[in-house]
């Protein structure tokens, strides 16, 4: 079984997870969801199995790498970290709904590299051959990972705020009891920014270091570094407005949805429109 | 006056330690460096000749094509510093007293002011539950201090509470982190350097256009460029050896320089960063032969110079190449560009190529047939040249940085109060976060707290 078979599978474990999670708010039924985490579980067992797998295939074809290294496989290695997250999330608070806000960014992802992004297996250029792309990327997207959780969160906090709006006796008011409360969400969009804003500093002080050693500079404004600043700007601006009365709940979501956005575009907008320095496609 | 004086001071300060300038700023900054990604920083010819007059000037007075030297966002740090500055300067000292002068005796009032307070179904002496439920704390949370008042006992336990101060380590690390970049912008410079092979230089070009000193001279040995199955550049290396006066320095000859493993010799460090083939140097061989005898002349021959052929031509090679292919797509081998100047005549510039194309060779010449053997490449190497004595302090700040924001994010500081007097005992705590998870282990605590 190859790499890539695995893949597929695990693209198709994340579409049903998605599917049982729509089941699951559409029927109203909670015990539907585990179904649904289950799902995604092994999709991400599976996915495990596959990157490991695909690191062997590159020792195999004698320059071998973590499978950390163009745009196909940072892709993969984001809808994994997305659902690792997630399944922490869910492990710990147990509110399967958030599965059907956050587990889509994973399939759309996973749907994305096997479709249409080269997924063939290079060999390191002189400029990614160091120990510190993996820390790099590991942590940078670990952090962009946190920040998919929370905006899927902060989605879910803007949509029940407006269903609370319309008042329950609406079709949609019975979705609500699928919900976390207000507080709980804002507080779990809180609780992952707080997960993924170390972790984007870790990623942010791991490629200075690594451009430093490379190019002697740890900082040269180049659009990918601008933007991770940006990202980061975005996220101090978040965790300064929680404790600052008038910017708890809606304005927070907003934040973190715009953090979000800020962060994908750091991730695929830099490299696809803009250029620089950092044009692997990680 | 002195009021309204006072009253202006106030609102300033105010100003500067106000939560929403940071958050302001923060998306000020956020949303400026959009600009400089967009617009080409340092632009180039080609880049300048897009845009319209108005742009140009537009662009160049707001400091668009230096937008992150420009006078305004240099402003917005500055003004980001002093605001964190002032924020810290303003909750500190209370935050420092939490810290170094803890609430060791739970009062009436301080206990209303508590989340989580349970009353223990204990009964017994005072001093002998004092005791136990000292050892127990000591056991299960942390050693606690004792103060006697009023003849009631007080224990006070804590954990973690430096982290309260973790926001301001952050605070500091970002101020440390600009000092090491004033630093490296003072006391450094980043130059750019080609070394053909062979050859050796002593200054460097630094950006900003002075010329740089390096106080030793540095030889590049060699230069060479590996590549993959797939035609993908696998490895980029130059041998250098670092001399002074003359002599090459113990432990600094022949050091292999590839990208990710740079060269640092007294500070400055020396990185591969491209590289070219440079034709000084270069010599290029050539083959002449009479039509007629068919007796071959070898002549070597660098760029540029005039070489005197048998019969009183000349000869001068402009450029050439190892491989024609992507020139010339019927061919292959080493070509040149020549200019050929027959006795008496006009220069003629052609085209030759290797033996084999012979018959292509031909074409030109006159009396004779004239092809290209080859030449004896040779390369430059491009070094990224560095100093920066800042960049210490700013990994200082970095560490300082990511030890900080753990210390406010996963560290909560946890205070635990027990009162012993005749009417029983109280316990009460608080934690500076996660106040679901500390209910818990509280309630946990109340219960082996009761079972002594």
């Known amino acids: ?282 | 006056m002195t009021t309204n004086k006072r009253g202006l001071a106030q609102q300033l300060w105010d100003f500067f330690c106000s939560l929403r300038l940071t958050i302001f700023l923060l998306i000020g900054l956020a949303l400026t460096s959009i600009i400089g990604t967009v617009i080409q920083q340092g632009p180039q010819r080609e880049y300048l000749a897009t845009l319209s007059e108005t742009k140009i000037r537009l662009y160049s007075a707001l400091g668009f094509f230096d937008m992150y030297h420009s006078w305004w966002f240099i402003l917005l740090l500055y003004l980001l510093t002093l605001n964190l500055i002032c924020c810290s300067i303003k909750r500190l000292p209370r935050v420092w007293k939490i810290v170094s002068e803890p609430v060791l005796v739970m009062d009436e009032t301080f206990q209303k002011s508590l989340t989580n307070v349970k009353e223990l179904k204990l009964r017994g002496a005072k001093p002998e539950l004092k005791d136990k439920l000292t050892a127990l704390l000591r056991a299960e949370f942390a050693n606690p201090v004792l103060t006697e008042r009023d003849g009631e006992y007080h224990l006070f336990a804590q954990k973690n509470p430096w982290c309260r101060l973790g926001v301001y380590v952050v605070h500091l690390s970002i101020i440390i982190i600009f000092i090491g970049a004033l630093i490296g912008s003072f006391f450094g410079y980043k130059g750019y350097v080609n070394i053909p092979e062979g050859g050796s230089i002593t200054q460097v070009a630094a950006r900003g256009g002075n010329v740089v000193d390096l106080g030793y001279e540095v030889r590049c040995e060699k230069f060479s460029v590996s590549f993959y199955d797939t035609g993908a550049p696998k490895e980029f290396k130059s041998l250098l050896t670092v001399l002074e006066k003359g002599q090459p320095v113990p432990g600094y000859k022949d050091v292999p320089v590839i990208v990710n493993d740079p060269l640092t010799y007294k500070g400055i460090t020396f990185y591969q960063s491209s590289y070219g083939p440079t034709d000084e140097g270069a010599k290029y061989r050539i083959t002449v032969r009479d039509r007629k005898t068919g007796a071959p002349t070898k002549l070597e021959a660098r760029q540029g110079e005039r070489v005197a052929l048998p019969g009183g031509a000349f000869l001068s090679v402009m450029e050439a190449t190892q491989d024609v292919r992507p020139f010339m797509k019927e061919f292959d081998g080493p070509g040149a560009q020549v200019e050929f100047t027959p006795a008496g005549g006009k220069p003629q510039p052609f085209v030759i190529l290797s033996e084999k194309y012979d018959s292509f060779n031909a074409q030109h010449g006159d009396d004779l047939i004239i092809s290209f053997d080859g030449m004896d490449q040779k390369y430059f190497t491009g070094l990224q040249v560095a100093k920066d004595p800042g960049v210490l302090v700013v990994w200082l700040g970095c560490l300082l940085m990511v030890i900080g924001i753990c210390m406010a994010f996963f560290m909560s500081h946890k205070r635990i109060w027990a009162r012993i007097s005749n009417d029983g005992v109280t316990v009460g705590g608080s934690a500076s976060k996660n106040p679901a998870g500390f209910e818990m282990s509280f309630d946990e605590l109340v219960q082996k707290l009761n079972k002594v």
Not at chain 1, 20 to 41: D, H, P
Not at chain 1, 247 to 253: C, E, F, L, N, Q
Request: with cysteine.
């Open chain 1, 1 to 282: 079984m190859s790499s890539s078979n695995l893949f597929n599978v695990t693209m198709i474990a994340y579409m049903v997870s998605t599917c049982i999670f729509f089941a699951m708010l559409a029927s109203r039924n909670k015990a539907v969801g585990l179904a649904g985490t289950y799902a995604a579980l092994f999709g991400f067992v599976v996915q495990t199995v596959a990157i490991g797998l695909r690191w062997k295939e590159s020792y195999d074809q004698g320059h071998g790498h973590a499978p950390l290294s163009n745009l196909y496989e940072s892709v993969v290695f984001f809808a994994w970290t997305i659902v690792l997250i997630f399944l922490v999330i869910d492990f710990k608070y147990k509110y399967r709904a958030i599965g059907f806000f956050v587990i889509p960014f994973a399939l759309f992802g996973m749907a994305w590299a096997q479709l249409s992004l080269d997924a063939g297996i290079q060999p390191l250029v002189p400029a990614l051959q160091s120990n510190w792309l993996v820390y790099h990327v590991i942590t940078c997207f670990l952090g962009y990972a946190a920040f998919a959780v929370a905006c899927g969160i902060s989605i879910m906090y803007l949509l029940r705020e407006k269903l609370e709006q319309n008042g329950g006796n609406s079709p949609a008011g019975g979705l609500l009891s699928m919900f976390p409360s207000m507080r709980m969400l804002d507080d779990l969009n809180y609780k992952a920014i707080m997960v993924g804003f170390p972790l984007l500093t870790l990623g942010i002080v791991t490629g200075a270091i690594w451009a430093n050693y490379a190019w002697g500079t740890y900082w040269s404004w180049d659009p990918k570094e601008t933007w991770s600043l940006i990202v980061w700007f975005v996220y101090a601006a978040f965790l300064h407005a929680r404790i600052t009365r008038g910017w708890v709940g809606r304005r927070a979501a907003i934040l973190s949805i715009v953090g979000f956005a800020a962060t994908i575009f750091c991730y695929l907008g830099v490299n696809l429109l803009l250029s620089g320095l950092h044009s692997y496609g990680g």
